[in-house]
């Protein structure tokens, strides 16, 4: 099916995204190395540029809101520094912040990029991982019914990074809320929560986390449709879930649901950072679950908007035009 751009751009314009999830401050040191260091056997970087972007579903919210839909981000950061510029971000691309709850004691993420030439050189994080306590969580709740009540919500977006945000009964309360009210869920799991959540409908993890989470060794350089139908099978049986959705990088997207399993693949393209990717996939996903695309197109939708991110060094968002020139060669 050949779709009208301005058809289904009108359509990602009228979709409202609630999204919750770990936010990051992901920040950029970029520097020339023509040395390494008499002091140890590590570079020398020459510092010619800083640069700072929205990360984690802060990236998601970026991701939407590029694609012309409207996120309502649900988050927890720290008092600090780090917090408020991420808070400044947000607002800067004219993303609501409102819904982010500051907790005392807690560091907002932030993943500091060392690079030369576009090659990263080092990472280096500065982040609390602890559940969120109780009382925020109740705070972190209570908000996001009271935005489902007051707004017309279409789907619902868990993305977790495993630092604290997304605790196992705060999935099950938002899962049972959406489904009392007929509300599309989607899932981009890590290993921590990776089985809490029963009920959603979509469920989006990567090779990696399938073999973690599962105690699989599906190889990641040649899934198989068998392993990954095994795979689909065991998370269908815990979570009860519609469709399974599993990246595989290069070789594409594995889809599963009810009537059909397949590997869609992607196009091969020169990657420069595969940072950000997961985000864009999820992203778009959800914003074609809301539209009511087909899956095939779907699938074949969001593979193309993970491999454009992936041309690019640092997490951006997609290119909404790149993204349906291409959609529609």
């Known amino acids: 099916m050949r779709y009208n751009n301005q058809l289904i751009e009108s359509q990602f314009n009228n979709v409202r995204i609630l999204l919750i999830g770990d936010v990051i401050l992901d920040h950029y040191l970029n520097g020339k190395v023509d040395r390494i260091s008499p002091e140890a056997p590590v570079p020398v970087v020459l510092h010619e540029s800083e640069d700072f972007r929205l990360g984690g579903a802060a990236n998601v919210a970026l991701n939407i809101k590029a ?5 309502f981000l649900f988050s927890v950061i720290g008092n600090d520094s780090h917090g408020a510029q991420l808070m400044d971000l947000l607002k800067e691309n004219n993303i609501d912040n409102s819904y982010l709850i500051e907790e005392n004691n807690r560091k907002t993420s932030r993943k500091t990029r060392i690079l030369s030439k576009n090659h990263h050189l080092l990472r280096y994080d500065h982040e609390s991982t602890a559940t969120i306590d109780s009382k925020t969580e109740q705070q972190l709740f209570i908000s996001i019914q009271n935005v489902i009540e007051s707004q017309s919500i279409d789907v619902i977006v868990f993305q977790d990074y495993n630092k604290g945000v997304l605790s196992s009964s705060l999935i099950k309360k938002v899962i049972s809320l959406a489904q009392n009210l007929n509300i599309k869920t989607l899932a981009d799991p890590k290993k921590s929560n990776f089985l809490s959540y029963i009920g959603i409908d979509y469920f989006k993890p ?18 198989d449709l068998k392993s990954l139908n095994l795979a689909a099978l065991k998370i269908n049986q815990a979570l009860g879930n ?7 990088g290069a070789k594409g997207m594995y889809f599963q649901n009810s009537r059909n399993a397949e590997i869609v693949p992607t196009k091969v393209r020169q990657v420069a950072d595969v940072c950000g990717a997961g985000d864009t996939v999820i992203s778009v996903l959800a914003l074609g679950v809301a539209a009511e695309m087909n899956s095939k197109d779907l699938i074949r939708l969001s593979n193309i908007a993970g491999g454009l991110v992936c041309g690019k ?4 968002p997609v290119d909404k035009q790149l993204l349906f020139k291409e959609f529609n060669c």
């Open 67 to 71: 694609m012309g839909g409207t996120p």
């Open 206 to 223: 990567n090779l990696r986390e399938i073999n973690e989470a599962l105690n699989l060794s599906i190889p990641e350089n040649n899934p």
């Open 242 to 248: 519609k469709c399974t959705l599993i990246t595989l």
């Open 313 to 316: 060094v640092g997490v951006v």
